[in-house]
């Protein structure tokens, strides 16, 4: 059954209670897997995504699929850069499972994108990141309420004290990435996210203060 308490002190005690959260199956929703949870490393950058894919829904571990793998290619991290670089949370935390139309994952409704919210708001509130990366236009509209993903690819934001940099997601449904011009959109802002990870406190640093 799905906790949430008032407040939260810990990330910890968060993740605890985010990885057994039924919210939106209490509320009627059909998801394919239990939470993804990211791996606690100290980190103080945030990337934010859409949604787990079926690969991470099986492990509940985020970016295991071939979005993953392009994400880091493109931001130029092995895997475990990646992972102790950025806490990685999505707009919601469970597999969707396929879309209707058989391309691709199923979108999260708007209901279960704000019943997801609360694990989000509480996430920044205790890892009060330097750094978010959105990936995807679902999640520049959840973190910034900016409508036009092309438009935001290769500018750089703020959000209470945090440099926000948004990417295009590295799904293959995305036909996005086929024009010349958003590619080169692309290229600017993984420079970006890669010169701001250089500003992140250190991994030694963040440890002390999230946990
Ligand atoms: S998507 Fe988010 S709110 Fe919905 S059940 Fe999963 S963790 Fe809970």
């Known amino acids: 059954m799905t906790v949430r308490k008032a407040s939260y002190r810990s990330l910890r005690s968060l993740q ?12 009627g929703f059909p998801l394919e ?3 993804v949870r990211a791996p606690l490393a100290g980190q103080r ?3 934010f995504g859409q949604a787990p894919g079926i690969v991470e829904g099986e492990e509940r571990r985020p970016w295991r699929g071939r979005a993953g793998q392009a994400l880091r290619r493109w931001l130029e991290l092995d895997e475990d850069a990646f992972y102790t670089s950025f806490y990685c ?3 919601t ?3 969707p499972g396929r879309a209707a139309s058989g391309r691709g994952d199923r979108t999260p409704t708007p209901r279960e994108q704000e019943l997801c919210e ?3 708001d509480w996430e920044l509130e205790l890892l009060r990141p330097t750094l978010i990366v959105t990936v995807g236009g679902l999640a520049l509209r ?11 690819v290769g500018e750089r934001y703020e959000r209470d004290g945090a440099v926000v940099v948004p990417l295009p997601h590295p799904s293959g449904a ?3 990435l086929n024009l010349p011009a958003n590619r080169a959109r692309l290229e600017v802002a993984a420079a970006l996210v890669r010169d701001e990870l250089r500003r992140v406190p250190t991994r030694r640093s963040a440890s002390s203060s999230a946990s």
């Open 174 to 176: 995305s036909g996005w």
């Open 45 to 47: 950058a945030y990337l």
């Open 118 to 120: 609360f694990w989000r």
């Open 89 to 91: 949370a999505s707009v």
């Open 16 to 27: 605890a209670d985010t990885a057994r959260c039924r919210a939106c199956v209490e509320a």
């Open 93 to 95: 935390r469970c597999y």
């Open 142 to 152: 959840r973190m910034l309420g900016l409508a036009h993903l092309t438009a935001a």
């Open 33 to 35: 897997s239990l939470p």
